[in-house]
């Protein structure tokens, strides 16, 4: 429902900017764009599922769906300034934007996006005034996030707790916004709509925490990233922090390793691995993710009346989301 | 007017983005902000100005005024983007956000100036859909305008006409906007509001290209940059495509300089600045400024009925603008 929404969008995009964003998207012809190139739609489709647990007014599935949309030029925006940031070279089997075309075309790339997704919030009704907001704040957040999460790189002393507050700016305030939004433009309950928005801040936690796991745990074959990337990055995601307030020998040697500055080699990296896994970086993560799946549900479960379907479907996307492999 | 209603929305920023934006702005402390250092809002002016000439109700003009902040947004978040992308270190005398706190942190604040600066148009009462869209277009021409400068930097096959296109994306399509949303927003007709948008087209490239003379010939003690600046950089502005599209033996020896690639020195930019002159680059600027400043002039002149007063400011700003020496 929503990439084609997003495709006629992309097509008014002035010829000068308009390439870099069907790269991104894995549109490189005029054809209708396939589903499987354009990344996951998770935003958009909790945006949907949300709204149509609410409504099957085809209005007001229009204006979620859009709503979708414009949430998922957000996340797209994000990700193309955000591979500039960590100079990530790939992004989903591509070449990032910045690698691809230079620094400046992928900054004003993602500048694009971002101005152009309220815009998506119109159609031939007018944009709500609280959706422009919603959708203004989460990309706050998200910035925030961003800043936080690049000065967390080497600060082997950031708790688990800043971590986490880090992966709810950075991940849960657009998937927060995403289910807020189609609630919302729903119209459902003031009540509901905050639950919405608490179940995506909670999802978010447990599928950013899952990343971190593949950051450091996955398999190299299945992410297309090397071995323990985030620890060669010297990243202070939630597993690592974890290990590190751990109270054993293995925290404190991996306080050193986080201490250094030096490029890491494929050895060093296992052995970090193996140091977070000893002091218990893999089983915490995965305890949190848990804990955060199961709040996330308790805020769907408290929500009376929702059709079953849709529930259903939100749960098994939890559930997806959190057990990630690649 | 404007000011004040910037320094307010930005002490709602988030802490970990606020002080790159009011290092920025040069509001270090959480004082009031002195109207001198937040640089000269020409744009914001422009919105008041052009909206004075329709209404003296005090909501409407709190309207444009907001109006006013959201263009100011937009401009500063161009600015902080464009300095990474151009890799200037200094704006308004202080080091630009990049060379102070990092190109990431430089890309995140810009991020959270464009994505609030929509939320300006909100207030008590709802933001006009019509100034949502206006705001997103400019950004749309800004950067599509700011990708073609930087794709004419080291091509001295780009005619005049190219460059003024790109000029008028780049400068003009955000002073259009400043002036079309003052009109708009004061409740101006179709027509008036159409002849203000064209005023700051207008007004806009005659400023750039302003612009482009003091990057070439401005003193160095005025304007803070090396002499001869753009050139050493190679940049393809109005007054280097006009000479290099003379029929003059200067233009094929500019032309030889425009194709080197290797760092440019002082007497290298000097002898450069000399055939720029002498090839016609200076004489074919100050005319096209001239016939920019008339044409905006007469579409001020072509709304009936405005107040002569506050035609008065605006034709003394523009004036300004195309005299500017530093």
């Keep these: 429902m929503v990439t084609p929404i997003l495709h006629q969008a992309v097509t008014r995009f002035d010829d000068r900017l308009r390439p870099m964003v069907a790269h991104h998207f894995g549109w490189p012809s005029s054809d209708l764009p396939t589903a499987t190139t354009s990344g996951k739609m998770v935003r958009a489709t909790l945006t949907v599922l949300t709204g149509e647990c609410f409504t ?41 934007v910045w690698h691809e075309y230079g620094i400046p075309a992928a900054i004003l790339t993602g500048d694009l996006l971002l101005a152009q997704a309220p815009l998506m919030l119109d159609g031939p009704w007018a944009a709500d005034p609280r ?17 936080a ?21 950075k991940t849960g305030a657009l998937l927060a916004c995403a289910c807020e939004l189609g609630a919302l433009l729903a119209g459902a309950s003031e009540e509901a709509t905050r639950r919405f928005s608490r179940f ?79 002091a218990g970086g893999w089983t915490r993560a995965v305890r949190e993710i848990e804990r955060f799946e199961m709040l996330a549900r308790q805020e769907l479960s408290s929500v ?9 479907a939100l749960l098994s996307l939890t559930n997806y989301l959190s057990n990630r492999n690649h």
Excluded: C
Excluded at 149 to 169: I, M, T
Excluded at 304 to 312: E, M, T
């Design 200 to 278: 995506g801040l909670r999802l978010g936690l447990a599928f950013q925490i899952a990343d971190d796991i593949l950051g450091i745990w996955g398999d190299p074959r299945r992410t297309g990233k090397p071995v323990g990337s985030d620890l060669r990055s010297r990243k202070g995601s939630f597993p690592v922090t974890a290990a590190l307030a751990s109270d054993t020998p293995e925290a404190a040697e991996l306080a050193r390793f986080y201490a250094d500055e030096g490029p890491v080699g494929e050895d060093e990296a296992r052995r970090a691995t193996d140091l977070v896994t000893r």
């Design 304 to 312: 009376p009346g929702l059709p079953v379907d849709r529930v259903a």
């Design 56 to 96: 099957s007014d085809a209005e007001a599935i229009s204006r979620v769906t859009a709503a979708g949309a414009a949430v998922e030029m957000i996340h797209n925006f994000s990700l193309i300034h955000d591979d500039v940031m960590d100079g990530d070279k790939e992004r989903r089997g591509r070449p990032a």
């Design 131 to 147: 959706a422009t907001r919603l959708l203004a704040e989460a990309v706050a957040r998200l910035a925030a996030g961003q800043m």
């Design 149 to 169: 999460d690049l000065s967390l790189e080497g600060r082997p002393e950031a708790s688990p707790d800043e971590a986490l507050a880090v992966a709810a700016d």
